[in-house]
C-alpha cells in the first residue's frame, strides 16, 4: 500500500513561483511512475506531468509546459512539482498520483494511487 501526501499549496499572486511536494509512504522510489493533476473549480481532473520511475524521464502538458518541473528525491521518498510563472488559469486542486510501472501514463485511471490534494489558487 502506498500512501501520498501533498503539501506545499497557497495563495499566491501572478507570476510567482511555488513548489508543491509529495511525500510517498512505502518504498516507491524507481518502481513507480508519479504523476501530477489538477482539478479547477467545475472542471474535470487533467493531466499535469509525470516523472517516470525508470529513467526519470519527464513529460508535461503542453498548458505547463516550459513553467513546471518534475523531480524526485528517491531517498527520500518525495516528488516534486516546481511551478514557475503562475497564471490564475492555474489555479486548482493539484494531486499526485502512484502507478507501479515505468510507462507515460497519462489518465487518471491508470493510476492506482493518490493524494488528498493541495489548493493552489493564483490572483490576477
Known amino acids: 500500500q502506498v500512501q501520498l501526501v501533498e503539501s506545499g499549496g497557497g495563495l499566491v499572486q501572478a507570476g510567482a513561483s511555488l513548489r508543491l511536494s509529495c511525500a510517498a509512504s512505502?518504498?516507491?522510489?524507481?518502481?513507480?511512475?508519479m504523476g501530477w493533476f489538477r482539478q479547477a473549480p467545475g472542471k474535470e481532473r487533467e493531466f499535469v506531468g509525470l516523472i517516470r520511475g525508470s529513467s526519470a524521464s519527464t513529460y508535461y502538458a503542453d498548458s505547463v509546459k516550459g513553467r513546471f518541473t518534475i523531480s524526485r528525491d528517491n531517498a527520500k521518498n518525495t516528488v516534486y512539482l516546481q511551478m514557475n510563472s503562475l497564471k490564475p488559469e492555474d489555479t486548482a486542486v493539484y494531486y499526485c498520483a502512484a502507478k507501479r510501472g515505468y510507462g507515460v501514463y497519462l489518465l487518471e485511471s491508470d493510476y492506482n494511487y493518490w493524494g488528498q490534494g493541495a489548493q493552489v489558487t493564483v490572483s490576477s
Open positions: 512505502g518504498r516507491t522510489s524507481s518502481s513507480y511512475t
